[in-house]
């Protein structure tokens, strides 16, 4: 192998595909990015077995060839060459690669391209594509509810539905659950898949254009999607999903419209007294206001948000980090929440349509 | 105490104060800031007894007063109340402290204002000014090279030398030593004093407007600054500093002129393979250029830089991050660099004029 690249290009996709390499294994070579070389184009390629990157850049080249690098040193390293217009990449007695810019060398240790797992993109089974917007939309008000421990690793990950052209995304922990919904084109099938949290939010940071459409690929629980000629592809978690439909409740005693951002902040001020007792917060429900209290050794906070009351008063408490991701979370101005009992989860909506909901378990108090 | 503020005043005057909260102390009170109200200004004040910092805004007074809050969950609360035209505190039964804004109200818990260590701001016996830019500039390249460990708290501050208009600030740790000098202004006598290298870390931090002057006023081991209705104190350190005058060699060997980021940029890529080998790098000084190379397992650098060699060839090793470091804190376009043998230090300087100069101790190899 022996090839010209330009040291942008080279800096961005190595960038690219590092999210990719894994940081703890007992495999070195899961910590390599893979060059490979044919006609006038490097392939770079990472995987940590869950997840994996595959990017190109336009190369002179002189000999194909492949060879697998540590991925850390070469990716430091090659961040230093990005003003490089040339930088000539060789391999030198198939053990090492050999750098090449402006007066100066450099020369790393390398690994044989034979031990790179094979990275699988001959998916075509499922599909169904939608605007990179609306997807990061759907994401960002879902992943952040997915457990994060690995009591059940199922649950690491969200749910995705593919049904009449709908997909719902659904992200749950056993305390909250999270749901969002976004119309779809091109829908092969229905179908379902669980993708594992880090895969949805390294796939949100791949998406720099709005506009522009992102088409899933899915086949033998592999899930892919190719955008500006890289390729990103991601186990999906094998298992049951828990059947969240069966605990969402279906009829309210009370209905509340209140101002989002003005509950939050609320909440937010409430949480800074609330830290020492387990961001405990007690909700009263009125007719005319909500009343946000919080109290610890250190202090209390006490305050009234106007808000409209259709049913019945009722005071029920919360881990305020909830309440607060979920108002996060959603995007309009003003929001309904749901509540039966104060031990019977409430559930949080857009104050018109159904494009997304919260519902979370409130905390029993004596 | 009560009084009405604004949200904006207070938020900015609680985030100035706060740097001097102590954050490990057995006495609850240092973790505190003082509030204090007299005539239509609410006085503000933290210290953790090294460092204090004071400051004042407009209040509209009903009762005059002062209490301590505890100063992390004050400041916290107080940063979300940046957009409230109006907040009110109050002392309520002597240990809480009321706020009150918009329909909302908060309660801290509070201590007596007179377990509150004095802080002193009558000094006057020694003073000198300079332009907060030439202060700055004096900071930036030399309080870094202090000591961080304890074993010679000496140097954990700068030297700073008052002499003949001149202000010299001289920070060293064993291994390198830095020093920058700038003339100064209606300085009242020649003295010294050892400042901590976070006090002066905290002052760059005050120091806004470049053009404008600053002026230390000392006296019993306090430093005193004030910028902008801020006063600044620190506690001086006590003790003889290190003869460095001693140290520094008079004659050279080798005088080598270097373009400094060209330098830089190929130490910082040598660092990289280096980073293993405990940042060796090795130079080999000749005629026309400088080879920096570093070597370890995972790989090897190479690189040759143009330079002027006046004098004889030398090979020299260095930790990579102190020649790093006096190549960011320098701030010409060339640089001199001027040895001896390989165990001897090696100084760098500006091409031309001699505001700074760094001393930097070679590793010694086979």
Redesign the interface.
């Given at each position: 192998m022996k090839i010209v690249v330009n040291g942008t290009d080279l800096s961005n996709a190595v960038m690219k595909v590092s999210k990719a390499i894994s940081v703890k294994t007992t495999n070195p070579v899961l910590e390599c990015i893979k060059l490979s070389v044919k006609g006038d184009v490097l392939t770079l390629s990472a995987t940590d077995m869950e997840i994996a990157i595959e990017t190109s850049i336009r190369s002179d080249t002189f000999m194909e060839g492949d060879t697998v690098v540590?991925g850390k040193?070469f990716a430091?390293?090659v961040k230093?060459l990005e003003n490089e217009e040339q930088v000539e990449l060789s391999l030198e007695d198939d053990n090492?690669l050999k750098i090449v810019y402006?007066?100066?060398?450099?020369?790393?240790?390398c690994l044989s391209a034979d031990e790179f797992p094979t990275i699988r993109k001959d998916l075509r089974e499922k599909a169904f594509s939608l605007s990179q917007k609306d997807f990061k939309d759907v994401i960002n008000k879902t992943v952040f509810c997915c457990a994060t421990d690995e009591s059940r690793p199922i649950l690491k990950g969200c749910l995705m539905e593919i049904k009449d052209n709908e997909l719902t995304c659904v992200g749950l922990d056993g305390f909250r659950l999270a749901l969002a919904k976004k119309r779809i084109r091109n829908s092969s099938a229905d179908f379902k898949m669980i993708v594992p949290a880090r895969a949805l939010n390294e796939i949100t940071r791949l998406l720099e254009k709005d506009e522009e459409e992102i088409t899933f690929i899915s086949e033998d629980n592999i899930l892919l999607i190719e955008v500006d000629g890289t390729v990103f592809t991601t186990r999906l978690l094998e298992g049951e999903f828990l059947n969240y439909k069966q605990i969402m409740p279906s009829e309210f005693l009370s209905t509340v419209k209140i101002s989002r951002q003005t509950f939050l902040?609320?909440l937010?001020?409430a949480t800074?007294?609330a830290k020492e007792s387990k961001n405990l917060v007690k909700l009263e429900i009125k007719e005319n206001y909500v009343n946000v209290k919080a109290n610890s050794?250190?202090?209390?906070?006490?305050?009234?948000i106007l808000s409209v009351l259709e049913g019945k008063d009722i005071q029920i408490a919360f881990n305020a980090k909830f309440l607060c991701d979920a108002l996060k979370g959603a995007s309009d101005e003003f929001v309904n929440m749901y509540f039966n009992t104060p031990i019977t989860p409430c559930l949080l909506r857009p104050y018109s349509g159904d494009e997304y909901l919260y519902l979370i378990l409130p905390i029993r108090i004596a």
């Amino acid at each position: 192998m022996k090839i010209v690249v330009n040291g942008t290009d080279l800096s961005n996709a190595v960038m690219k595909v590092s999210k990719a390499i894994s940081v703890k294994t007992t495999n070195p070579v899961l910590e390599c990015i893979k060059l490979s070389v044919k006609g006038d184009v490097l392939t770079l390629s990472a995987t940590d077995m869950e997840i994996a990157i595959e990017t190109s850049i336009r190369s002179d080249t002189f000999m194909e060839g492949d060879t697998v690098v540590p991925g850390k040193i070469f990716a430091e390293f090659v961040k230093k060459l990005e003003n490089e217009e040339q930088v000539e990449l060789s391999l030198e007695d198939d053990n090492r690669l050999k750098i090449v810019y402006s007066s100066s060398e450099v020369y790393l240790s390398c690994l044989s391209a034979d031990e790179f797992p094979t990275i699988r993109k001959d998916l075509r089974e499922k599909a169904f594509s939608l605007s990179q917007k609306d997807f990061k939309d759907v994401i960002n008000k879902t992943v952040f509810c997915c457990a994060t421990d690995e009591s059940r690793p199922i649950l690491k990950g969200c749910l995705m539905e593919i049904k009449d052209n709908e997909l719902t995304c659904v992200g749950l922990d056993g305390f909250r659950l999270a749901l969002a919904k976004k119309r779809i084109r091109n829908s092969s099938a229905d179908f379902k898949m669980i993708v594992p949290a880090r895969a949805l939010n390294e796939i949100t940071r791949l998406l720099e254009k709005d506009e522009e459409e992102i088409t899933f690929i899915s086949e033998d629980n592999i899930l892919l999607i190719e955008v500006d000629g890289t390729v990103f592809t991601t186990r999906l978690l094998e298992g049951e999903f828990l059947n969240y439909k069966q605990i969402m409740p279906s009829e309210f005693l009370s209905t509340v419209k209140i101002s989002r951002q003005t509950f939050l902040s609320s909440l937010e001020r409430a949480t800074i007294v609330a830290k020492e007792s387990k961001n405990l917060v007690k909700l009263e429900i009125k007719e005319n206001y909500v009343n946000v209290k919080a109290n610890s050794e250190s202090g209390k906070v006490n305050e009234n948000i106007l808000s409209v009351l259709e049913g019945k008063d009722i005071q029920i408490a919360f881990n305020a980090k909830f309440l607060c991701d979920a108002l996060k979370g959603a995007s309009d101005e003003f929001v309904n929440m749901y509540f039966n009992t104060p031990i019977t989860p409430c559930l949080l909506r857009p104050y018109s349509g159904d494009e997304y909901l919260y519902l979370i378990l409130p905390i029993r108090i004596a």
